[in-house]
């Protein structure tokens, strides 16, 4: 079981282009989270989605984000005509248990993927 | 606004002593408390959590401690050692819904040989 996969690891950038970062949930796990750290700072959540669905996106900012886990492949984070304060690491953690019902229940991290934004 | 502090960056122990890391909560909605630990180039991995319903929780060299009235929680490690140190965040939920985790700024914890 190889735990959750993050790609790319590294993501350089110039102002205006697209980021698209890329997670493979633990086997069995169809829930997937995604959750940003900027420098100094602990994580933020950005958006919880199922399979097909997105089920909280709260946290995502409302313009130039946006996420996606299809039914086939790994969960996508599109990042539209980045700026420098998109620089951050960006996490993708999953679980197997519905969460909003369940009582009990953890998330597994990825190692992350370090977006900078030149 | 910081619904979760950890006050200290940094933190550094002797090898065999007792590493206390804190963190303060200000939304009383919290009731799920959870301790990560991470490494450098890593994710951030669940070390141990704890209810409101309890004031404290053991798991080997690992317990946390839960103060409701005070909002704190602290982490206990004894003893420390070398292989501790690492970045360890506080994080709180409302009913523990994964989306609803609100993550500290950590603390960074140095424990010498």
């Known amino acids: 079981n190889a735990g959750v996969m993050q790609n790319p690891r590294h993501l350089v950038r110039r102002r205006g282009q697209e980021a698209r970062l890329r997670c493979s949930p633990m086997?069995?796990?169809?829930?997937v989270y995604w959750y940003r750290q900027l420098p100094e700072e602990g994580l933020k959540f950005m958006v919880y989605?199922?399979?097909?669905?997105?089920?909280?996106e709260s946290g995502m900012p409302k313009e130039r984000f946006s996420a996606e886990f299809p039914k086939e492949g790994p969960s996508i984070l599109r990042i539209q005509q980045v700026v420098r304060g998109d620089s951050a690491a960006y996490f993708c953690?999953?679980?197997?248990?519905?969460?909003?019902?369940?009582?009990?229940?953890?998330?597994?991290f990825g190692a992350g993927s370090r977006l900078t934004v030149l | 606004d910081q619904q979760v502090k950890q006050n200290s960056p940094s933190l550094s122990v002797q090898e065999g002593r007792i590493s206390i890391l804190n963190c303060d909560y200000t939304?009383?909605?919290?009731?799920?408390f959870l301790w990560y630990k991470k490494y450098p180039a890593e994710g951030p991995t669940f070390l141990i959590s704890?209810?409101?319903?309890?004031d404290k929780n053991e798991d080997g060299r690992f317990t946390v401690f839960l103060n409701k009235s005070a909002k704190h929680l602290s982490l206990h490690i004894v003893p420390s050692q070398p292989g501790d140190s690492a970045v360890y965040f506080c994080?709180?939920?409302?009913?523990?819904?994964?989306?609803?985790?609100?993550f500290g700024g950590g603390t960074r914890l140095m424990v010498k040989p």
């Open positions: 994080a709180a939920s409302v009913g523990n819904a994964g989306n609803m985790l609100t």
């Open positions: 939304n009383s909605m919290f009731d799920y």
């Open positions: 704890i209810s409101s319903i309890k």
């Open positions: 989605l199922q399979k097909e669905n997105i089920i909280d």
């Open positions: 953690a999953s679980s197997q248990v519905d969460v909003l019902i369940s009582g009990a229940n953890v998330l597994t």
């Open positions: 086997k069995g796990h169809s829930h």
